[in-house]
């Protein structure tokens, strides 16, 4: 099958999934990437080795009348940020691949929100494209369980994972499950999270406050330690009486931070200076 994939090395695995199920690629599309929390390297190299035409601005209507002309069976999107409409008199197929078990967890990233709310079970989903995002029929999804300590990184690489296979069944079945596709119905949309969201609050207690680091990972919290504001990505704590101020700095070890929360405290072990106005994502 002829395919034009959109995204980024996000949901990179799905392209290299695509390709090695011997599907044909004739277009990538992506966008620019801060190179910081986003990445394209991997997958733009891929498709020049693959001598395939890239295109990083937004997809046109032009852009998918192209794709009727070189015959593409299926677009594929996978971490493209852009809504994608008028697909249907150009390509036969369009489906995108959502990283959550929808209809819970629509919206731009769910997977910071999935690890605040403690979710039990997560999945990855692959939907056909909609006048609006991720409300698609669902085509395929796969699911999994989600541990009680779940971080963002470790929920990134289940969805990776999970991905491959909702990629593999897709490349083997696509006719059969574009035509059984099961409407969604109802579902629940997840703003873009905020920098109040990524704070850490140090008013609550220490579960809570890791609950936060955990959530964010490598993508980073804020916090504020007395006077002073920094990135953080790992912590450990424990619940134990006292009297100090919730954010006090109450002990400190070369870089290790013990800060005080509402029912013991945090030792923060994996931290930077954030300077206010550094163009970091939030």
């Not at 990445?39 to 001598?51: E, I």
């Amino acid at each position: 099958m002829r395919f034009a994939f959109a995204g980024i090395d996000f949901l990179g695995d799905v392209f290299e999934t695509l390709l090695d199920k011997g599907w044909e690629p004739v277009k990538l599309f992506s966008r620019p990437c801060d190179g910081i929390y986003d990445f394209n390297d991997a997958t733009v190299a891929r498709a020049r080795a693959l001598r395939m035409p890239v295109q990083l601005s937004r997809i046109q209507p032009g852009d998918l009348a192209n794709l009727k002309a070189v015959r593409c069976d299926a677009l594929v999107v996978a971490g493209y940020p852009w809504l994608i409409k008028g697909w249907e008199r150009h390509v036969p197929f369009a489906v995108n691949f959502h990283p959550s078990p929808l209809p819970l967890g629509r919206g731009p990233y769910p997977l910071f929100q999935a690890v605040l709310d403690a979710q039990p079970e997560w999945g990855m989903t692959a939907h056909a494209l909609d006048p609006t995002f991720d409300t698609g029929p669902i085509l395929t999804q796969e699911r999994f369980a989600l541990h009680p300590h779940e971080t963002h990184d470790t929920l990134l690489a289940k969805c990776q994972m999970a991905a491959k296979a909702v990629a593999a069944r897709l490349a083997d079945d696509l006719p059969r499950l574009w035509d059984t596709a099961q409407p969604q119905g109802p579902g629940i949309y997840w703003p873009r999270m905020t920098q109040t969201q990524r704070t850490l609050d140090w008013s609550r207690n220490v579960s809570d406050v890791l609950r936060t680091i955990r959530a964010f990972g490598s993508i980073e919290a804020f916090a504020q330690v007395n006077s002073r504001y920094l990135y953080v990505w790992d912590a450990a704590g424990w619940e134990e009486p006292h009297r100090y101020n919730p954010g006090t700095l109450v002990h400190k070890h070369r870089k290790h931070l013990v800060v005080a929360a509402r029912d013991g405290f945090v030792q923060l072990t994996g931290w930077s200076p954030y300077a206010p106005g550094e163009a970091r994502r939030t």
